[in-house]
Antibody, heavy 118, light 109 residues
Framework: EVQLVESGGGLVQPGGSLRLSCAAS????????MSWVRQAPGKGLEWVSV???????YYADSVKGRFTISRDNSKNTLYLQMNSLRAEDTAVYYC????????????WGQGTLVTVSS | SYVLTQPPSVSVAPGKTARITCGGN??????VHWYQQKPGQAPVLVIY???DRPSGIPERFSGSNSGNTATLTISRVEAGDEADYYC????????????FGGGTKLTVL
C-alpha cells in the first residue's frame, strides 16, 4: 500500500528555517517524480517544487532561492528545506507522488502545517 | 505563466448534474487532472488524463477537455460530493511547473 507521511512542520519566526520530511512506503521515491504542494489557510493549492527521478529539481518563483527539495534514497524519504521563511509561506505542505511530468499527483500525504509568525 | 480559471462556486440539487469548468489557453492540448478536497483532508485524484477515473472513484464522475475548456461532470450528485475541486495541468513552457486552478466549491443544496 502506498503511503506518504509528512513531518517537521511547526511555528517558526520570520527569517527562520525549517526542514520538512515525507516518508514514503509502498514504492520507491527515487524511481518517481516527487512534489511538494502547499495550501495557505482558506486558499487554493499551490505547487511548490518537484524532484525528478533523474535528480533535476524545479521550483515555483515564490520559493526559488529559498527552498531546496531533496531526497534520501536509503531512507526512501523526500525533504523540503525552507530558509528565509516569510509570513506568506504559512500553509499546509503536502508531499505527493507524480510518475511523470504530465501525469497526475496520484498519492498525497496528510500534510504538515507550517506557521511563520513572530 | 499558464493560468487556469475556475468558477469560485457551483451549486446543485441532489440527484442533478454538476459541471465544473476549467479554462486555459488551448487547454485541449494538455492533459488535465482533477482533485477533490474535503475540509481538513488531503486532495484526492478523481479524474486524470482528461477523462480517466482512478479505481474507487464512482462512475458518476467524468471529464472532458477540448479547445479552451476542460469540464468535470458529476452526475446524480450526492451530499457527500460537496467539496472543493481543483483542475491541474503540467506546463512545459514555464520551467517545468505544475499549475492548479483556483478551485471550485461545490455546494449540494
Amino acid at each position: 500500500e502506498v503511503q506518504l507521511v509528512e513531518s517537521g512542520g511547526g511555528l517558526v519566526q520570520p527569517g527562520g528555517s525549517l526542514r520538512l520530511s515525507c516518508a514514503a512506503s509502498g514504492f520507491t521515491v527515487s524511481s518517481n517524480y516527487m512534489s511538494w504542494v502547499r495550501q495557505a489557510p482558506g486558499k487554493g493549492l499551490e505547487w511548490v517544487s518537484v524532484i525528478y527521478s533523474g535528480g533535476s529539481t524545479y521550483y515555483a518563483d515564490s520559493v526559488k532561492g529559498r527552498f531546496t527539495i531533496s531526497r534520501d534514497n536509503s531512507k526512501n524519504t523526500l525533504y523540503l528545506q525552507m530558509n528565509s521563511l516569510r509570513a506568506e509561506d504559512t500553509a499546509v505542505y503536502y508531499c505527493a507522488r507524480v510518475r511523470a511530468a504530465m501525469a497526475p499527483l496520484d498519492y498525497w500525504g496528510q500534510g504538515t502545517l507550517v506557521t511563520v509568525s513572530s | 505563466s499558464y493560468v487556469l480559471t475556475q468558477p469560485p462556486s457551483v451549486s446543485v440539487a441532489p440527484g442533478k448534474t454538476a459541471r465544473i469548468t476549467c479554462g486555459g489557453n488551448n487547454i485541449g492540448s494538455k492533459s488535465v487532472h482533477w482533485y477533490q478536497q474535503k475540509p481538513g483532508q488531503a486532495p484526492v485524484l478523481v479524474i486524470y488524463y482528461d477523462s480517466d477515473r482512478p479505481s474507487g472513484i464512482p462512475e458518476r464522475f467524468s471529464g472532458s477537455n477540448s479547445g479552451n475548456t476542460a469540464t468535470l461532470t458529476i452526475s446524480r450528485v450526492e451530499a457527500g460530493d460537496e467539496a472543493d475541486y481543483y483542475c491541474q495541468v503540467w506546463d512545459s513552457s514555464s520551467d517545468h511547473r505544475w499549475v492548479f486552478g483556483g478551485g471550485t466549491k461545490l455546494t449540494v443544496l
